[in-house]
């Protein structure tokens, strides 16, 4: 499969950065442009200057895609690009990745699933619903695995 772009979204937790050593090992080995991406909302308290807060969220968000590239750059991968998306997370993914004409969006999992699935929602899975892209969901470790007879085990990763 040749793949060009490869779309990587980060929240800036450590557990979206999970799908950073897979998505430069699959860059490497392809030639594939890594694009980083953000997805960001401001919520504001009633009086405050929404525009301000939207201008500062993705000022934030274009400083810690830098640094991530930086890290990025720092072990060898030289075709990245950063993209801030102003919205909900998994809608500015699925558009992002259009947008790019992305082969493929590389995302980690939580891997919630009943009331915490309910309550939190899930990114991943909104944007496997909203694309027929190809999608590599890469499980957070230690995340709980449910079989579909309903057992839940707990993944290791050794």
Do not use: C
């Not at 950073?20 to 090992?25: C, D, F, K, N, S």
């Not at 392809?30 to 929404?50: C, E, N, S, W, Y």
């Not at 500062?56 to 930086?70: C, D």
């Not at 957070?140 to 290791?156: D, L």
């Amino acid at each position: 499969m040749k793949m060009d772009t490869l779309i990587v979204p980060l929240d800036g937790s450590t557990m979206a950065e999970g799908a950073l050593p897979r998505a430069t090992e699959m860059a490497r080995a392809t030639g594939a442009r890594l694009i980083l991406l953000r997805a960001v909302q401001a919520h504001t308290f009633p009086g405050a200057d929404p525009i301000e807060a939207q201008v500062n969220a993705v000022r934030e968000a274009e400083t810690y895609l830098t640094g991530v590239a930086e890290r990025l750059g720092a072990l060898g991968v030289t075709d990245i690009k950063r993209s801030v998306w102003y919205g909900p997370a998994a809608a500015a993914i699925v558009e992002a990745a259009n947008f790019n004409r992305a082969d493929m969006i590389v995302m980690t999992t939580h891997g919630r699933t009943g009331v915490g699935r309910l309550v939190m929602g899930s990114v991943a899975e909104s944007v496997l619903r909203g694309t027929t892209m190809p999608i590599l969901i890469i499980r957070e470790a230690g995340a709980p695995v449910e079989t579909p007879g309903g057992v839940v085990q707990v993944a290791s990763h050794a």
